[in-house]
Structures are given as structure tokens and as C-alpha cells.
Nanobody, 124 residues
Framework: QVHLVESGGGLVQAGSSLRLSCAASGLTFSTYAMGWFRQAPGKEREFVGTISWSGDFTYYADSVKGRFTISRDNAKNTVYLQMNSLKPEDTAVYYC?????????????????WGQGTQVTVSS
């Protein structure tokens, strides 16, 4: 059974940094592209960024480009989301997702597995 477990969320002030982790089990992690999404209260889930199975390719939403960085450690079955210069509008539940094979994916329905999410709250 596949499990994706996010961690690292919390309450921080604007301008701060956080690093989210997503630990995967039950799958051959190195063959999966990974994505990060977020959902704020009353809003739809939105794409944040994605990384290819090898880690060679990444793609980000315009709203986080230059502030957020995705990386992965295939030896640890873990993907990371480094978030810098956080803004109040970054407040949301952050989810990681896995999609077997390929380069990277932007659309949520393309992902096979999802974590339960971790809350990130940025105060002004």
C-alpha cells in the first residue's frame, strides 16, 4: 500500500522560511514524478511545483517561482519543498502527490497518489 506523509508545516511570520518533506513508502519512488499542491480555505487545490523522477527537471507555478524549490532524495524516498520569503497568501494545506513515470506533471488529476497534507500558516 502506498503512503505519502507530509511534514514540516507550521505557523511562521511573513518573510520566513519552511521546508516541507514528503516521505513515500509502498512504491518504487525513483520511478515516480512528484508534485506539490496547496489548498487554501474556500479555494480550489492549486499546483505549486513538480519534479521529475530523476530530479533533473522542475517546474513551478508563477506565484512561487523564485521563492520555492523542490528537490528529492531517491535514496531516502523523500521529496522536499523549500519555501522562502513566505507570504500570507501562501497559507494553505500543502499536499504532495506521486505519478508513475514521465517527466513532470502540472494537473492534479494526473497524479496517482496523494498525501494527507500539512498546514502552513503565514502571519503578516
Amino acid at each position: 500500500q502506498v503512503h505519502l506523509v507530509e511534514s514540516g508545516g507550521g505557523l511562521v511570520q511573513a518573510g520566513s522560511s519552511l521546508r516541507l518533506s514528503c516521505a513515500a513508502s509502498g512504491l518504487t519512488f525513483s520511478t515516480y514524478a512528484m508534485g506539490w499542491f496547496r489548498q487554501a480555505p474556500g479555494k480550489e487545490r492549486e499546483f505549486v511545483g513538480t519534479i521529475s523522477w530523476s530530479g533533473d527537471f522542475t517546474y513551478y507555478a508563477d506565484s512561487v517561482k523564485g521563492r520555492f524549490t523542490i528537490s528529492r532524495d531517491n535514496a531516502k524516498n523523500t521529496v522536499y519543498l523549500q519555501m522562502n520569503s513566505l507570504k500570507p497568501e501562501d497559507t494553505a494545506v500543502y499536499y504532495c502527490a506521486a505519478r508513475r513515470g514521465g517527466s513532470y506533471y502540472i494537473r492534479a488529476p494526473l497524479y496517482d497518489y496523494w498525501g494527507q497534507g500539512t498546514q502552513v500558516t503565514v502571519s503578516s
